[in-house]
T-cell receptor, first 110, second 114 residues
Framework: RKEVEQDPGPFNVPEGATVAFNCTYS??????FFWYRQDCRKEPKLLMS???SGNEDGRFTAQLNRASQYISLLIRDSKLSDSATYLC???????????FGSGTRLSIRP | NAGVTQTPKFQVLKTGQSMTLQCAQD?????MSWYRQDPGMGLRLIHY???????DQGEVPNGYNVSRSTTEDFPLRLLSAAPSQTSVYFC?????????????FGPGTRLLVL
């Protein structure tokens, strides 16, 4: 089983819609999780951290479900500029590794 | 403060050639890493380093060597390039391995191996 798995999408939703995607992880000892955003042909950039109590930043909400070992990202009132690939990140089997999921591609249509 | 810089931006190699991808950071970060990104595969960790003089293998280390003689620099060497190494390579650094929220990526190197 891969250490971090994501639904590759693509998710194609209209502007203004709410969209959510999940990411599962295999290392039950992982403590910290993150969502990155990657625009086409650019480097990934940190979008937000995922805390045990959840994390909200404007239209974006990240949550952690330890029992089922997944993290989620919810985007409300989606904008055209939200079109990107979203990558989840978790520590790997050893604390020294930072492992990325394969990414979920999101496309917002007018 | 330049962040993470990578050179070259683009490179074309012939099978069997060797080359070094350069990566440097000026943020005094302890942790540095190399990823490759292929379509549909996400970012896969090649090698990483938790500090000067210390390196370790990631998920896909075969065909690549690294060294970390200084905190700032973390070059990636392709010993004998193969078409399977055609990819986009990203270097990243973070304060420590335990703080990926401090991780910054370089702009990437696009490598084509013929």
């Amino acid at each position: 089983r891969k250490e971090v798995e994501q639904d590759p999408g693509p998710f194609n939703v209209p502007e203004g819609a709410t969209v959510a995607f999940n990411c599962t992880y295999s290392n039950s000892a992982s403590q910290s999780f993150f969502w990155y955003r990657q625009d086409c042909r650019k480097e990934p950039k940190l979008l937000m951290s995922v805390y045990s109590s959840g994390n909200e930043d404007g239209r974006f909400t990240a949550q952690l479900n330890r029992a089922s070992q997944y993290i989620s990202l919810l985007i409300r009132d989606s904008k055209l500029s939200d079109s990107a690939t979203y990558l989840c990140v978790a520590p790997g089997g050893s604390a020294s590794k930072i492992i990325f999921g394969s990414g979920t591609r999101l496309s917002i249509r007018p | 403060n330049a962040g993470v810089t990578q050179t070259p931006k683009f490179q074309v190699l012939k099978t069997g050639q060797s080359m070094t991808l350069q990566c440097a950071q000026d943020m005094n970060h302890e942790y540095m890493s190399w990823y490759r990104q292929d379509p549909g595969m996400g970012l896969r960790l090649i090698h990483y380093s938790v500090g000067a003089g210390i390196t370790d293998q990631g998920e896909v280390p075969n065909g690549y060597n690294v060294s970390r003689s200084t905190t700032e620099d973390f070059p990636l060497r392709l010993l004998s390039a193969a078409p399977s190494q055609t990819s986009v390579y990203f270097c990243a650094s973070s304060l420590t391995a335990g703080h990926p929220e401090t991780q910054y990526f370089g702009p990437g190197t696009r490598l084509l191996v013929l």
